[in-house]
């Protein structure tokens, strides 16, 4: 079973073995196991007690009633890269359907930051950070199949938070190179939330902070609605994943390269516990919604922007523009209005909806200001329109009051 054998994370395993077993700690505390290469000698007997749930949950399911699929129609979704939302309707048509989605934990090197060189080996969900917008309504069930090519290093899940059960579909979605798993959850809470891979212990944020997650947005059937109930239409959706990575510097202060996936791992998880990263990026990158990457809109458009963020909190802020309704939780309440700064809870998606009044360049930001400009997570809205003196008119331009 040579091809689950990832040479970098032997060689990893070999630096922390003398620097104090890092990487053995972690892997005791992942208990199933959380490497590929580890694959293939189980030894149950020293399995911790949550992975002995997992089993059980998993043969729970073969001896349980099966779910009661008629009265739902089947439809394909086809995930698309962020900032942009899969083709759905806001309102529900007809009854409930098992929505069939497809991922592949696809490991890349990617570029974070072109001025300095910083990269990172991502681990992804279909290639991008964050990993694509799934939606469905209310009384939907999700399908999806996931996919671990054959070519990847590591062992991958999925945890949604949406889903009831089994750490999210964690338990019951391991996938190793090679391998694929199919998972169905039926969508009880309308609202946005977040999923991520949880392979086990230090793993978890291992993975998180390589960019692997994203956010499934549970429409309520009838749409979304103010306070009074009254419908609440948007016309595009602005898909936003902060990420915050830590990545391992060398003596001179410059960012290390490595050759594969998880050949970082130990010195991520020095990076990791400084709990201070070295970047807070949206959709993966610095730059990634800025200059030709900004986003549009039109003044008179109602934009839904999602904003995920799997690991920390965040405190979104577009400026020149306000939240006219944000749901930091679930659709089922009412929405917040009127809101300058809203807040992510670190482990959740949410969504803020706003229609522009002006044209120009609207920066969205994570308020932490340092975090905005020094760490990255800004965007750009590129507005085009009418410009309205009404709501604001630069009456004198700046001059000198010296005669
Ligand atoms: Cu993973």
Redesign the pocket.
């Known amino acids: 079973m040579t091809k689950f054998i990832n040479p970098g994370l032997t060689q990893t395993s070999r630096r922390n073995v003398l620097r104090g077993s890092v990487l053995a700690g972690a892997a005791a505390m992942t208990g199933a196991g959380a490497f590929a290469n580890q694959r293939r000698t189980p030894v149950p007997r020293m399995q911790p007690p949550a992975a002995r749930f997992i089993e059980a949950e998993a043969q729970a399911q073969v001896q349980a009633a099966p779910a009661d699929l008629s009265g739902y129609t089947r439809v394909k979704q086809e995930l698309v890269a962020p900032p942009f939302a899969p083709a759905h309707d806001q309102v529900a048509t007809g009854g409930p359907k098992i929505i069939e989605v497809y991922m592949e934990?696809t490991e890349k090197l990617m570029v974070v930051d072109e001025d300095t060189g910083a990269e990172v080996w991502a681990?992804t969900y279909n290639g991008s950070v964050p990993g694509p917008l799934i939606i469905c309504h209310e009384g939907d069930m999700v399908e999806l199949t996931l996919r671990n090519p054959v070519d990847s290093m590591?062992?991958?899940?999925i945890d949604f938070h949406a889903s009831t059960g089994a750490l999210g579909g964690g338990g019951l979605t391991h996938v190793y190179p090679g391998e694929e798993t199919v998972l169905r959850w039926k969508a009880t809470k309308p609202g946005c939330f977040t999923y991520h891979?949880?392979?086990g212990g230090a793993?978890i944020p291992y993975?998180v902070t390589?960019g692997?997650n994203g956010a499934v947005m549970v429409l309520p059937r009838d749409g979304l609605k103010d306070a009074e109930g009254n419908p609440l239409r948007y016309d595009s959706i602005a898909y936003i994943g902060e990420q915050d990575y830590y990545l391992p510097k060398d003596e001179f202060g410059d960012y290390k390269t490595y050759e594969a996936a998880g050949d970082d791992y130990a010195d991520s998880l020095d990076a990791m516990r400084t709990l201070t990263p070295t970047h807070c990026v949206f959709n993966g990158a610095v730059g990634a919604l800025t200059g030709e990457n900004a986003l549009q809109a039109k003044v008179g458009e109602t934009v839904l922007m999602i904003h995920n963020q799997a690991n920390r909190d965040s405190r979104p802020h577009l400026i020149g523009g306000h939240g006219n309704y944000v749901w930091e939780t679930s659709f089922s309440d009412p929405p917040l209005t009127g809101v300058e700064t809203w807040f992510v809870r670190g482990g959740t998606a949410m969504a803020a909806m706003y229609t522009f009044e002006q044209p120009g360049v609207y920066a969205y930001v994570n308020h932490n200001l340092i975090e905005a400009t020094l760490l990255g997570a800004a965007a750009h809205f590129v507005v085009e329109g009418e410009w309205n003196n009404a709501l604001m008119e630069q009456v004198v331009a700046p001059r000198s009051f010296e005669t």
């Open positions: 934990t681990l590591m062992e991958h899940n891979c949880a392979p793993m993975h390589h692997m």
